[in-house]
């Protein structure tokens, strides 16, 4: 007699193929939309950042260097002249901080800068799509080698006019000249105290290696929406359970099912067993779509039919259970607030929709006494590649998790009359 209620339970869904749209179709749309907007966040990508950048300098570089030289080349003696003259160019900051910065190939990646005249100033600060335009006074080189060499109190700045409005490309230029400060200080600490840069490099003759320790494999974004959608979806499908059960209630299907001296708790089995049953099929059908479609495979499938099934069970222990109550206060409420509610919460707190656990323990630890986000955690486990007995915990805490709910629903459900 299980069997029928079980038959029975399957061709009511087949009889509402809105309802059987909505657990099956809606669950791999939603899996496309969210893998597809979402994907480049979920696989650690970024949006591709470029920041133009305008730079005028208001007086050559060279014309300052050959005044300067001839400036001080009747204040010290030959021999000093002779060395500054052989360094001279790698005390030059506006050539230092185009070679060494902006022509940089891992900077040319995101930063465009564009070489100005005076003339293309104010045009260049009515475009928005300029991120920063960096200007060099007069007399900067100059103040910047007088400082280094004589010592002499001046402190050259840079003007630099920020879009606010591209706020990203502010930090990042902002970023790079504060470090190329930061470098012009320390050279000049070292110079001014006897030291070569190259004294503080570590000795090239020690050796390192990194090594990875139980290296995981990566989890794709369709792979991760896959899990996320069909562990929400799955919820619902122990509220339609119950819904159906409810109205049979109503229209006093299931006492004509008790005069017919069948035990009611046969019928409380044949709930429990058409939600896990109903439950699994709904799971391995959204599971083989995304294999087909997404490329998501399983390497270790007895792992993953082992959670898929201890999961289904705990969502027939909550069928069974909503019916057990709605059937105790002859009330489909909790039925409504279970799918409306509950199963949201639970979504959010599972990371169905985001994996919101990696930025809180207290959420992530919520999130594992969920049915749901337990068996989301079992899967990336088995999809990171680790063996059976990394999931143990998840597969234990599903097992109980649908016991418990069997157990209250026995302790619920109508022991006398099943109409109020």
């Given at each position: ?8 339970q ?8 809105q ?5 099956l ?8 939309i969210l ?16 920041v ?6 208001h007086e050559?570089?060279g014309?300052?260097?050959?005044r300067f ?11 000093v002249?002779?060395e500054?003259r052989?360094n001279?160019d790698?005390m030059l900051p506006?050539?230092q ?6 022509e940089?190939?891992?900077?040319k990646?995101?930063i ?7 003339a293309?100033?104010?045009?260049i600060l009515s475009d ?6 960096i ?6 080189t100059?103040?910047t080698?007088s400082?280094?060499v004589?010592s002499?109190?001046?402190q050259?700045?840079?003007l ?10 502010v ?14 200080t320390?050279g ?16 090239e003759?020690?050796?390192s ?6 290296e995981?494999?990566?989890?794709t ?12 979806n ?10 159906f059960?409810f109205k ?5 299907v299931?006492?004509?099912i008790?005069v017919?001296?069948i035990?009611r708790?046969?019928y409380?089995?044949?709930?429990l067993?058409?939600?896990t049953i ?13 294999r ?7 390497p ?6 082992l959670?898929t ?9 909550i069928a ?6 709605s059937?105790?206060?002859?009330s ?6 279970f799918?409306?509610?509950?199963v949201?919460i639970?979504?959010v707190l ?11 323990k207290?959420?992530q ?10 068996s ?28 418990s709910?069997?157990v209250i ?5 109508p ?6």
């Amino acid at each position: 007699m299980v069997w029928n209620i079980i038959k029975k339970q399957g061709l009511i869904f087949l009889r509402n193929p809105q309802e059987l749209l909505l657990l099956l179709a809606l669950p791999i749309i939603l899996i496309t939309i969210l893998s597809t907007a979402l994907g480049g966040l979920m696989n650690g990508e970024s949006a591709p950042i470029k920041v133009q950048v305008a730079f005028l300098e208001h007086e050559s570089e060279g014309e300052q260097v050959d005044r300067f030289l001839e400036d001080i080349e009747n204040k010290l003696p030959p021999e000093v002249m002779d060395e500054i003259r052989a360094n001279i160019d790698s005390m030059l900051p506006i050539k230092q901080l185009k070679q060494s910065v902006f022509e940089q190939e891992t900077i040319k990646e995101f930063i465009e800068v564009h070489y100005i005249t005076s003339a293309e100033r104010e045009e260049i600060l009515s475009d928005d799509s300029f991120t920063s335009l960096i200007e060099v006074p007069n007399n900067f080189t100059y103040n910047t080698l007088s400082n280094l060499v004589l010592s002499e109190d001046v402190q050259p700045t840079l003007l630099v006019t920020q879009n606010e409005g591209e706020q990203v490309g502010v930090n990042i230029v902002h970023s790079i000249l504060e470090q190329f400060q930061e470098q012009l200080t320390l050279g000049k600490f070292l110079g001014s105290n006897g030291f070569e840069l190259e004294e503080l490099q570590l000795n090239e003759d020690i050796r390192s290696e990194i090594v990875t320790i139980n290296e995981k494999e990566p989890v794709t974004s369709q792979a991760y929406y896959t899990l996320g959608m069909v562990l929400m979806n799955v919820l619902f499908l122990a509220g339609a359970i119950g819904s159906f059960a409810f109205k049979e209630k109503r229209l006093h299907v299931v006492d004509r099912i008790i005069v017919a001296n069948i035990s009611r708790w046969v019928y409380f089995i044949g709930i429990l067993l058409s939600g896990t049953i109903f439950a699994f099929i709904q799971s391995i059908f959204i599971f083989t779509f995304s294999r087909f479609v997404f490329g998501v495979t399983w390497p270790d499938l007895t792992s993953f039919l082992l959670v898929t099934l201890a999961f289904s069970f705990a969502v027939g222990g909550i069928a069974v259970l909503l019916v057990s109550i709605s059937f105790r206060g002859n009330s489909d409420t909790v039925i409504h607030f279970f799918s409306g509610i509950i199963v949201t919460i639970f979504a959010v707190l599972g990371g169905s929709f985001a994996p919101v656990g990696e930025f809180s323990k207290t959420i992530q630890f919520l999130g594992n006494l969920t049915p749901n986000g337990a068996s989301m955690t079992a899967y990336l486990t088995i999809l990171r590649g680790e063996e059976l007995g990394a999931i143990g915990n998840q597969l234990i805490y599903l097992a109980c998790f649908g016991i418990s709910a069997v157990v209250i629903a026995v302790l619920c459900f109508p022991k006398r009359g099943l109409s109020a």
